[in-house]
C-alpha cells in the first residue's frame, strides 16, 4: 500500500505547484497577457483530452510480461519531471530573477538592508531624482522596462504545458489510477489503500507549500525564484517515488496474460455509458472536483486583489498548509466513517454541512475577512479533499466491479480516462473561463504595476514600481514592512488594486457561490448512488458465481445477468445502440456520414473564425474556440470510427436481433 501510494506524493507536489505558478509566474511577474494565458491553456487541454482516451484504451488492451499499466509510468513519468521543471521555470525569459543582482543600477551599490546605509541610500535617491536619474516617487508617468510578453514566452508556456500534462496527467496518471483499481477487490481494504493513498497526497501538496513558505522568507519579493527552486526539489523527490513504485508494487497475474484485451475504444465507453451508477459517480465528480480546485487557481487573486495583500503569497502557502492539515487529521475520521456509515452518506452529509459556509463567505466583503475566517474556509475545503479522494477513488473500484459482472472484462483504463478527461475539462471551466471573464471585465497584471507584491524590481530599493507611485524604501526586496521613504508612509501598495470592481465580484462568485452550488449537486448525486456495502457484496459474490459456471442476479436491478460471448460479430455491434441497428443499413450509412461531416463542418467553421478575427477579440475566439473543439476531437474519431466498422459489417450481423448483452446495456441504463 504505501509503495503505491508514495508516487502519489511527487503527483500531487505538481498540481501545487504548477497551478498557482502559471500566474504567479506567467501573468503576473512575465506580463503574459491574462487572454493569451487562457487561450493556450483551453487549446492544449482540448488536444490532450482526445489523447486521453487513447492512453486508457491502450492500457487495458496491451499487456506486457510488466503487465498493463507499470510500463506507462516507468517510460512516461522521466519526462513529465523535465516538462515540470521547464514549465516552472522558463529560463530563458525570467533572466536574473533567481540569482538577482541591482548593483548596475543608480545607488545600487549601497546595501539597502543595513540600518546605517539607509540615511545614504535616501541622501542618494533624492540626489537621482532631483538631477533626473531616477523618477520622482509619485511622477505620473514611469518609463516601463516591462514589455508585455514576447511571444516566445507564449510558445514555451504552450510546449510544456501540453507536454507535463500529456505526460504526467494521461500518460502517467491513467495507467496509476487504473494500477490502485485492481490491486484489490476487497470493499474495506479498498477504503483502506486509498485512504494511505490520500495521506501521501497530501503530503505531496505539503512538500511544496512547506517549501514555498520557507522560501517566500528568502525571496519576499521574487516569486519566481520560489517556484524554481520549489520545482527542483520535487523533482528530486520524483525520482525516488518512480524507484519505490517500480520495484515495491506488482501487478496482478491476469494483467500480465493478457485478459481484457480486443476491446475496441468504441465499445469500452459505450458500456462505461450504460453503467448507471458511473454516470451518477460522474454527475457526482465534476462538481465536487471544481470545489478543490477552484481555490487553488483563484485565492492567490483573492488575497490580493480582494483582501488588499501586499505580502499574499506567505498566506497563500500557510493556508494551503491549513487545508492539508485538516485533510491529515480528516482522513483517519472520515475512513472510519465511510466504514461506519457507507460512502455515499458520508459524501452526502459532509458535503451538506459544508455547503451553507460558502455561500456565507460569497456574502462577507473581502477587506472584511478576518484571516482565521479564512483558516476556516481552508479546513472545510481540506474536509471536501479527503471524502474527494478516499469515498470517490473507492466508489469507483466499485463501479468497475459492477461492470466487471457484466462485461467479464476488467476495464480500469477506461473508467479511469474519464476520469483524467473530466480533470482536464474542469481544468478549463475552473482555470480559463474565470481568466477570460477577468480579462473581459478590465484585469490588469499585477495591477497595472512592473513590479512589487512578489513580483521582484530590478532596483533592491523598490518595493512597488506603478504609475503615479514608487515605493522607495531601505529594505524594499527584503521585507514588506519596510516603510516608503517618500510619500505617504502608511499608503497601500498600488499593485493590490484593480481598477474594476467587477474583477473581485467574479472571483469571489466562482471561489465561494459557485462552490456552494456544487455542493448541492453533490448531495443530489450522493442521495441517488446505489451501490452500498451489501450490493456491493453481492456484486462480488454474482461475479464468483458466473466464473465458476453459475448463474447470477444483478443487485441493483434485480434482472437475470447474462453475459454475450466476445466475438468480433459482436464486439462489432455493439458499436451502436439498438435503435441504430434497427435502421437500414443505406440510412444508417447516411445518418453517421452526415453526422461526421457536420463535425468536420464545425471544426473548419471554428478554425476559419479563428483565423479571421483579429485584434483582442481574436483571443477570446480562439480560447472559446479551443473549448468546443474538445468536444470535436471526441466526436469526429467517434463517429469515423463508427462508419468504418458499419462498411465491414455483413448485413447478416446486422440482421442478428439485440443480443442478450445488448438488452442487459438497456436494462442498466
Known amino acids: 500500500m504505501c509503495a503505491y501510494g508514495f508516487f502519489r506524493l511527487p503527483i500531487s507536489g505538481y498540481d501545487l505547484t504548477v497551478r498557482p505558478a502559471r500566474t504567479a509566474v506567467y501573468i503576473e511577474a512575465l506580463n503574459q497577457s491574462i487572454l493569451t494565458h487562457a487561450m493556450i491553456v483551453s487549446c492544449c487541454k482540448s488536444v490532450d483530452f482526445l489523447l486521453g482516451f487513447l492512453v486508457g484504451t491502450t492500457s487495458d488492451n496491451v499487456s506486457t510480461r510488466w503487465g498493463r499499466r507499470k510500463p506507462w509510468v516507468v517510460v512516461c513519468f522521466p519526462f513529465a519531471i523535465v516538462s515540470m521543471f521547464l514549465l516552472v521555470t522558463p529560463f530563458p525569459f525570467s533572466g536574473d530573477a533567481v540569482f538577482s543582482d541591482s548593483d548596475d543600477f543608480p545607488c545600487g551599490e549601497i546595501e539597502p538592508d543595513s540600518a ?115 520545482a527542483l526539489v520535487l523533482g528530486i523527490v520524483s525520482l525516488a517515488a518512480l ?31 450504460c453503467n448507471r451508477p458511473y454516470c451518477i459517480y460522474l454527475f457526482i465528480k465534476f462538481p465536487i472536483s471544481l470545489v478543490s480546485l477552484l481555490p487553488v487557481n483563484l485565492m492567490s487573486f483573492f488575497l490580493r486583489y480582494g483582501m488588499k495583500m501586499e505580502d499574499w503569497a506567505s498566506l497563500y502557502f500557510t493556508l494551503v498548509l491549513v487545508i492539508l492539515f485538516a485533510s491529515l487529521l480528516g482522513t483517519p475520521l472520515v475512513w472510519y466513517l465511510t466504514r461506519r456509515f457507507g460512502k455515499r452518506e458520508v459524501l452526502m452529509y459532509v458535503s451538506g454541512a459544508c455547503c451553507p459556509f460558502f455561500f456565507a463567505f460569497f456574502f462577507v466583503p473581502p477587506q472584511s475577512f478576518p484571516t ?75 495591477g497595472g504595476c512592473e513590479c512589487g507584491c512578489g513580483v521582484a524590481c530590478d532596483e533592491a530599493y523598490m518595493r512597488w514600481k506603478c504609475p503615479g507611485d514608487i515605493g522607495y524604501s531601505c529594505d524594499g526586496q527584503s521585507t514588506f514592512d519596510s516603510p516608503p521613504l517618500f510619500g505617504e508612509v502608511g499608503r497601500q501598495a498600488p499593485c493590490v488594486d484593480q481598477g474594476s470592481d467587477a474583477v473581485v465580484w467574479i472571483i469571489r462568485a466562482f471561489l465561494f457561490a459557485l462552490s456552494g452550488v456544487c455542493l448541492l449537486l453533490v448531495c443530489l448525486g450522493a442521495k441517488i448512488y446505489p451501490i452500498t456495502k451489501a450490493a456491493h457484496s453481492a456484486i462480488l459474490d454474482a461475479t464468483e458465481s458466473l466464473a465458476a459456471g453459475g448463474e447470477a442476479t444483478d443487485p441493483l436491478t434485480g434482472k437475470a445477468v447474462v453475459r454475450s460471448a466476445a466475438s468480433h460479430a459482436q464486439l462489432r455491434r455493439e458499436h451502436f445502440s439498438a435503435r441504430e441497428l434497427s435502421l437500414s443499413s443505406h440510412w444508417l450509412k447516411t445518418q453517421l456520414s452526415g453526422r461526421l461531416l457536420l463535425w468536420l463542418g464545425a471544426f473548419i467553421a471554428i478554425l476559419a473564425g479563428m483565423a479571421a478575427s483579429g485584434g483582442e477579440a481574436r483571443q477570446y475566439i480562439v480560447a472559446i474556440g479551443a473549448i468546443c473543439c474538445s468536444a470535436l476531437f471526441v466526436l ?33 441504463s
Open 243 to 273: 524507484l519505490v513504485l517500480g520495484f515495491g508494487v506488482s501487478e496482478r497475474p491476469e494483467a500480465k496474460t493478457g485478459q481484457g484485451n480486443e476491446v475496441p475504444a468504441v465499445v469500452a465507453v459505450r458500456r462505461a455509458l
Open 372 to 446: 482565521a475566517v479564512i483558516y476556516i474556509a481552508g479546513v472545510f475545503v481540506g474536509l471536501l479533499t479527503v471524502v474527494m479522494f478516499v469515498v470517490l477513488d473507492s466508489m469507483l473500484a466499485d463501479i468497475i466491479d459492477y461492470d466487471a459482472l457484466h462485461t467479464g472484462k476488467r476495464s480500469e483504463g477506461v473508467y479511469t480516462v474519464a476520469e483524467t478527461n473530466l480533470q482536464q475539462f474542469i481544468e478549463v471551466i475552473g482555470g480559463v473561463v474565470p481568466l477570460l471573464l477577468m480579462s473581459a471585465v478590465g484585469f490588469e497584471n499585477n
Open 636 to 668: 469526429v474519431p467517434w463517429d469515423a470510427a463508427r462508419l468504418q466498422v458499419l462498411l465491414k459489417m455483413s448485413r447478416a450481423e446486422r440482421a442478428v436481433g439485440p443480443s442478450a448483452e445488448e438488452k442487459d446495456n438497456s436494462a442498466r
Open 116 to 230: 546605517t546605509a539607509c540615511p545614504a541610500l535616501e541622501q542618494c535617491l533624492v540626489e537621482m531624482i532631483a538631477n533626473g536619474t531616477l523618477p520622482a516617487h509619485n511622477v505620473s508617468s514611469v518609463e516601463s522596462s516591462n514589455p508585455p510578453a514576447p511571444a516566445a514566452l507564449s510558445v514555451w508556456f504552450a510546449l510544456f504545458y501540453f507536454a507535463y500534462y500529456f505526460f504526467s496527467w494521461t500518460c502517467t496518471m491513467i495507467p496509476y489510477d487504473a494500477l490502485g483499481m485492481e490491486l484489490t477487490s476487497d470493499y474495506s481494504k479498498r477504503v483502506s489503500l486509498f485512504s494511505v493513498r490520500v495521506v501521501f497526497q497530501f503530503l505531496g501538496y505539503a512538500v511544496p507549500n512547506a517549501v514555498g513558505l520557507v522560501l517566500s522568507n528568502i525571496f519576499p519579493t521574487n516569486i519566481i525564484a520560489v517556484y524554481a527552486y520549489t
